[in-house]
Structure formats: structure tokens, C-alpha cells
């Protein structure tokens, strides 16, 4: 199905066309009639899957045609986990509405408040914002949303996770009434469906988490002595002669750790975390994205709102907690129809959380063997119905180390070796 038979009208479809989108991702097929018909959303759609363009394009076919008149005012508001994801939602705004008259803004905390300030002054159609600094505008009277008509959340889970829940609940109250919601998120889990209930009223749901065939992400891993894990990093760099990959790390020491240690071995690395500044965050994934720099290290949250088309390979040099969190990160990869890597290096302290994310894919990830890297310590097969005792999302990940340990697991789970095909475009071959 065409962009045009959605809804969408010309000057939008031209924009697209120029961004190289000429077929509609399912999520969009989904999303946009239902959000240009005025109705509440709530969906699950990972990042990759196109969902960014499945809210915004009818928000811009909605307010085409006019534009913010009254200082500080804004049309459209959206909540966005991390400055990261709100400057890439912020960019594909200004490329989707190339055609329009509409202004865009991303705001978000670590930056000099004047400069967003003084772009509110003028009134901005959509604002793209952390909750964070949103609040902070707003006790400052820079932002009012008395002209405001439509709400996104994007990301919840991952807002929740973050700990955004309070910030996210006293900007709701400041809202009018009459507008309309939509949520996105990779999952919707318990905590995400109690965020929309509050918030969101006869919401209609759709979901595009699908294992249809199609593209897929081959998953695998090695099991390794956690004090090994750098030497095997360096020995797959090395040996597969990895271009552009993006390592996940839980821990902002541990990923500067890292990259002295890649450094020791002769390979150049960089990273990202929130103890950098914005202009270096921005400068090294500037970089990473034109190729100057070919191992980016980042944690968690700093690699949240990364978007990077076809980047061939994800590495988990530690597994996360949650589960969802495999997820998202893996769905770096493989990304706008392409093919894609995802390689775990899972030591025994990684155990549950590999029994979480093997029970959450409903398979075992294949496991490979590097000579010279067996593990004294080694990882059991999971159990694939592995329930985590304490389901409570780490909030501040980047502060502590998150890494569990091990205990004993002792079922033995059925074999299914497959790579998990994450296929955003739906069931097309
Ligand atoms: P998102 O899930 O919004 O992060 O989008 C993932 C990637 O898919 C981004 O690089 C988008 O530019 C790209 N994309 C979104 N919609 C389409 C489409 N209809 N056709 C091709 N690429 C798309």
C-alpha cells in the first residue's frame, strides 16, 4: 500500500520520497489512518521498525496547515527518555516536514537552558523534549500548553525504566484536557499498560512486535571468564575484522576501562556515557555514523535514541537487565530491512540475566566456541521459563553495576538454535 493511500497529503509524500521511503512500514500502515482519525493509540514497536515516521507524519498532516502564532505555545509535545532520542525524533521531524512551514524543537537537559528558551519565545509547532527539562521549562513559564493538541510518550518502558515516572506524571497535570495521546513502546509490559491507563483514555492498541521471516539478526555467543572478556573482544576484532560496531557496556567506568583496554591491544575504540558532555556525545557518534571511527562503546542509556541505518553488528559485552533491554539494544542492528549481528559475550555472572532474555526470545541463543577462550567458570544451558525474582527495572543503571550473580538453575531446557528473525517490515520476503 501507498504513503498516499493512507491520508498522508502531497507536500508530505514528496519529503518522504526524498528520505527514500516509498513503501509504509506495518507499523505505519497501522498507526497513521487510526492517529489521523483523532483516535488515542497506545503501541508495541520496537526502534527499527519505522515507528518514529507512524506518529509523526500525521501529526504534521494535522497541523499543515497552520502554524504556532502566540509565544511559547506548542501544538504537539513529545516525551522522549533521552536527549539522544529527541534531537533523531527532532531531525526526522525537520526532514519529514521539508516541505511544510511547521518548526521543531529538541530540548533536553546538559545544555545551556537560553538558546531553547529563546526558540520558545517565537512558539514552536512540535516540541521534542527529556521530561526533565520539560519540567524545568515549565516552572519557568518558557512553555505553556494551553494551544497543545496532541501528547506523544515515546519509549515508555524505557522512561519508566529510567525512573521518569514522577516527572512524567506531574507534566500530565499541567495538560488540557482535550487533546489527543499516543504511546509508543518497544514493550507493553504491566507498568507501561498502568502508564496509558492513567493517561490515556479508550486508547486503541496495536503492536507490530513480530517473528515473521524476513530480515533477521543472527544472534550467538560465547561463554567467557568475565576477566577474559576484553582479550576475546580484541581477539574477535581482530580475527572477524570488525568494521562499525557499536559495544554495549553496563557501566560508564567500565566503558572507559574498556577502551584503554582495546587500546593496550592496539585498537582504537571510543565511548559514550552520561558522564560526557553533549558536544562529545554528539561529535563521536557524528563520527561513528561517517565511519572515522569504527568501535563505538556505550552504555545502555547513552546508546538509547542511536540511529544508525544498517549498522551490520551489535556486541553485549555484559547482558542487561531487563530482558527488554536485549531487545532494543539488538534492534540496532538489521535495522531498515537489512541483515544483521548480535554477539554476546556471556560470562557466569551473566547467567540470569541470559536465562531472562533466552526465556523472553523463547529460544536458546546459539553459543560458539573461541579456542583458547573456554571458560573455567562455565554458563549453564538456561531454563526458558525463567521468571527473575525481582522484576523491579534498574533505575539508575549507569551508576551501579548491575551484574547479578549466578545461582543455581538446574532444568535443562529444550535446544532451539535459531536466530530470532525480527522482521519490522512485516511478512513480505
Ligand atoms: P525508527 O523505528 O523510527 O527508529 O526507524 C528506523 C529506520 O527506518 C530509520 O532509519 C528510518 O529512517 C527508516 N524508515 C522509517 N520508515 C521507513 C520507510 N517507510 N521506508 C524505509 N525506511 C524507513
Known sequence: MPFSKLGLSDPIITAITHQGYTTPTPIQAKAIPIILSGKNVIAAAQTGTGKTASFVLPILEKLKDNETTRKKRVRALIIAPTRELAVQVDTNIKQYSSTLNLTSLAMYGGVDLKPQKQALIEGVDILVATPGRLLDMYTQRAVHFDELEILVLDEADRMLDMGFIEDINKIMDKLPQNRQNLLFSATLSHQVKALAKTTIIKPVEISVVNKANGPQIEQWLVTVDKDKKSALLSHLINEYQWQQTLIF???????????????????????IHSGRSQAIREKILADFKSGKINLLIATGIAARGIDIDNLPRVVNYDLPYPADDYIHRIGRTGRAGSQGEAVSLVSKDDFKNLCAIESKLGHLITRKEIDGFAPKKVVPVSILNYVPKHKKATAKKEKTAPEQSSSSVKKKAKTNQAPLPINPWGNKS
Open 249 to 271: 557496556i553496563e557501566t560508564k567506568q567500565g566503558a572507559a576501562k574498556l577502551v584503554s583496554q582495546l587500546e593496550k591491544r592496539g585498537i582504537n575504540a571510543e565511548c
